[in-house]
Structures are given as C-alpha cells and as structure tokens.
C-alpha cells in the first residue's frame, strides 16, 4: 500500500523550517501532499493562491511531493485525499502540547490516520511564519529563513 502523508499549514510564508520538516519526512512516505490550509485566528500576508504557487513552484521537480489546498478541519482532508499519516513539525515543548491534543482528537475521530511529528533541528527551532511575516511586512530581508528558490515577488 502506498503510504501517503498530509502536510498541512497555512505556510504563510514556507519557511527553511518546513522545508527541512519535508526533506526528512521524504524517505518515510511514498507522497506528500503539501496541504495549505486557511486558518481563520491568522491574517495572511500572501493569498492562498499566492501560496500554493510559490510552493509548487519550488517543489515542481520532486515526483513525491504535491501541493493542494483545502478548508476545514485537517482530518477530514487526509480522509478525503487517502492519506494515512498526518505530517507536523515541532519547534518547542508549547507547539508539542497544542499539536498533542489535536492529534489526539484527530486519532478519535479518524483512527485510520496516525499523526507523525518530527522535531525542528536546532537552528530552526526559532523560525516562524509569524515573525517571517513581520520581517516581511516591514521591508526586511527574510531570505536567510527562506529556502532557496523561493520566490515571494
């Protein structure tokens, strides 16, 4: 069976973080599916469309990975796509608590699918889209927290 995994987030913008999350994940899964998600409790500086772009474009040569999008909750997409693993990164002890409960409230409403987290190298464990954001809104160069071909123009 081909095992395909679910990595969701709002990725606003996809960061050196998420990229080293995928590039680790890529051996344990036959495809990924980059999931941009809407979050409603976040103000988005590029549009989903926007978003979806930037990442195809960076991911257009990788056989194993494709990008989609979806609104609602994060399960039932894996359902709806044949997922049966749901990929998260992890920065800090906070991220692991917040991504602990929701995957524990996932696995009762959809045992089938199993959450896998991977943990943030070290030089990671700071970057956030959030910060990147302000970086961004504000005229700053982001492009040391932004993987290489990257294009936010």
Request: hydrophobic letters at 40%; proline letters at 5%.
């Amino acid at each position: 069976m081909k095992k395909t995994a679910v990595f969701p987030g709002t990725f606003d913008p996809f960061t050196r973080g998420h990229e080293n999350i995928l590039q680790r994940a890529l051996p344990l899964f036959d495809h990924i599916i980059i999931a941009v998600g809407v979050h409603s409790g976040k103000q988005t500086l590029f549009s989903k469309e926007k978003r979806i772009d930037m990442i195809r474009n960076l991911y257009r040569n990788v056989q194993k990975i494709s990008v989609d999008s979806y609104d609602g909750l994060t399960i039932d997409y894996c359902e709806k796509a044949g997922a049966q693993f749901l990929l998260r990164g992890l920065r800090t002890s906070a991220d692991f608590e917040y991504e602990r409960a929701i995957a524990q409230i996932n696995r009762k409403m959809n045992p089938s699918i199993e959450t896998i987290f991977l943990l943030a190298i070290p030089e990671y464990t700071p970057l956030n889209s959030t910060i990147i954001r302000d970086i961004l809104r504000h005229g700053g160069d982001a492009r040391q927290f932004l993987p290489e071909g990257l294009e936010i123009d």
